[in-house]
């Protein structure tokens, strides 16, 4: 079972990707994860990797799948969320070749929707840990102000995340998200929710709109 989880930068993706992840048991696969541990690793695709990632340039879309369908070929789980990938319709069709591969298919992509202007507000109040890039902000305070609490971490806010840049940013991500919604839209498999409430509201949202009993860990 494969449900990718799309959202715009301030959706609460991750958060709720994580969340659902232990909820349904199922392996929680993040890219910029899959990047960190690929350079890590010091492997020939991390070298790939870090080449890019070093002058702030994107990934290429075929080294990204190639460390999703990595991780895929070792998980524990047979069950698992993608965060943050695919971005974008050729990302999208790139995935779905290479797991028909292998005689799989993404079962359900949730679309977690944030009005435009509830996502300035979040980014523009957002704080970010320095080491693992966790995020903190109104919704989700770290609890000491400064420190992440997963890994005590400096909070720092990116200059990015200023209310202008940030409406830029979002006109970028909405006009390669449009294309990728309805692509999945015409396979029956969109499950858009609601993500303007709280943590435990959206994540209670999504559970609802998976369903179907076989999503549901027993």
Not at 50 to 61: E, F, I, T
Not at 83 to 96: C, H, I, S, T, V
Request: hydrophobic share 40%; net charge neutral; charged share 30%.
């Amino acid at each position: 079972m494969y449900i990718v989880f799309l959202g715009a930068p301030g959706a609460g993706k991750g958060t709720q990707a994580a969340r659902i992840a232990k909820e349904l048991v199922a392996e929680h696969i993040a890219t910029g994860d899959l990047f960190r541990q690929a350079i890590e690793a010091g492997n020939d695709l991390g070298k790939k990797v870090n080449k890019y990632m070093v002058k702030g340039a994107l990934v290429p879309d075929e080294i990204t799948v190639g460390l999703i369908m990595e991780r895929l070929a070792v998980l524990a789980q047979t069950r698992a969320i993608f965060d943050g990938f695919p971005r974008n319709l050729e990302q999208a069709k790139a995935l779905d070749g290479a797991l028909d591969k292998q005689n799989k298919a993404i079962d359900r992509v949730v679309y977690i929707r944030v009005a435009e202007d509830e996502l300035v507000r979040r980014l523009s109040k957002r704080w970010i840990c320095r080491n693992c890039q966790t995020p903190y902000g109104p919704d989700i305070p770290s609890r000491d102000g400064n420190r992440c609490d997963r890994c005590d971490g400096q909070l720092y806010q990116r200059p990015d995340d200023q209310p202008e840049t940030v409406r830029k940013r979002l006109k970028v991500y909405f006009s390669e998200t449009a294309p990728l919604i309805e692509y999945y839209r015409q396979q029956e498999k969109l499950l858009e929710v609601d993500g303007s409430g709280s943590v435990d509201s959206v994540a209670n949202n999504i559970i609802s709109a998976l369903g179907e009993r076989q999503f549901i860990a027993q």
